[in-house]
């Protein structure tokens, strides 16, 4: 799966720079710049499966990844928890 294909199966939002991120509102966390392609759509998937955990307990409303061509980076929404 490459990183894009990732991110639609878990349902997260693609961006193309840090930049787009942040300014739609999300956080940055965790970056990394793989070597090659492989290593790349393998650090996708460690950063959203940690994305998802935030997500299910509740911590992050959305979940995203900034694909750029040599780094991948995850990005959450702050879930509003004023309840």
Request: hydrophobic residues 40%.
């Amino acid at each position: 799966m490459t990183p894009k294909e990732i991110a639609a199966h878990y349902e997260a939002k693609v961006f193309d720079s840090p930049d787009a991120a942040e300014s739609a509102g999300f956080v940055l966390t965790e970056s990394a710049q793989p070597r090659n392609v492989w290593n790349k759509a393998s650090a996708a998937s460690a950063i959203v499966l940690k994305l998802v955990q935030q997500k299910s307990r509740g911590d992050a409303e959305e979940i995203g990844l900034v694909i750029e061509p040599w780094r991948v980076t995850g990005c959450y929404k702050a879930a509003d928890n004023t309840n």
